[in-house]
């Protein structure tokens, strides 16, 4: 019989059993492994994501199905000049939602978002000031197209206008 303490076989094994048993240990919390680093939390992306280009294509052709090309201008598509223009829409949504006249009305949006939806649905929570003839009145837009479009019109829509003025 073999002299098991010098065969090199068996001491590699004995070795490799007495290193994974460590590291199970550590594993474990049977050692003292380093504390793991802490990761801040994931701050929002200040854009949304991208809208694809599909859905923008069906947003523009619901604008014009709806007929707010008529009210709205929007440079190279639309030439409406009742409603205020949305070229800029999405800066312009930002700096709206930021100001103070916006605070103090009924509008309660936090997003591009959530402005352009709320525009929509209750466009009289919000009325800007300047429309291209002169002050924009309350009551305007159509009161009631929360009843006439549907949901996936409306979501297509909002992806359309959210990539106006980015």
């Not at 492994?33 to 280009?53: M, N, Q, R």
């Amino acid at each position: 019989m073999k002299n098991l303490r010098y065969d090199k076989g068996f001491r590699y094994a004995l070795f490799a059993i007495a290193a994974g048993l460590s590291l199970t240990l550590t594993a474990c919390g049977g050692g003292s492994a380093p504390e793991p680093t802490k990761v801040p939390p994931a701050v929002p992306a200040a854009e949304p994501t991208k809208v694809p280009a599909e859905v923008v294509e069906r947003g523009k052709a619901i604008f014009n199905q709806y007929g707010c090309q008529a009210c709205h201008a929007i440079q190279g598509f639309a030439e409406g000049a009742v409603g205020p223009a949305l070229d800029n829409l999405y800066t312009d949504a930002q700096k709206i939602i930021a100001s103070p006249e916006y605070k103090s009305s009924e509008g309660r949006a936090t997003t591009v978002e959530e402005y352009i939806r709320e525009s929509i649905l209750n466009p009289n929570a919000f009325v800007v000031a300047q429309c291209p003839t002169g002050p924009c009145p309350k009551g305007v837009m159509i009161q009631n197209f929360k009843d006439q479009i549907s949901d996936s019109d409306l979501e297509a829509l909002i992806g359309y206008l959210m990539t106006l003025g980015r």
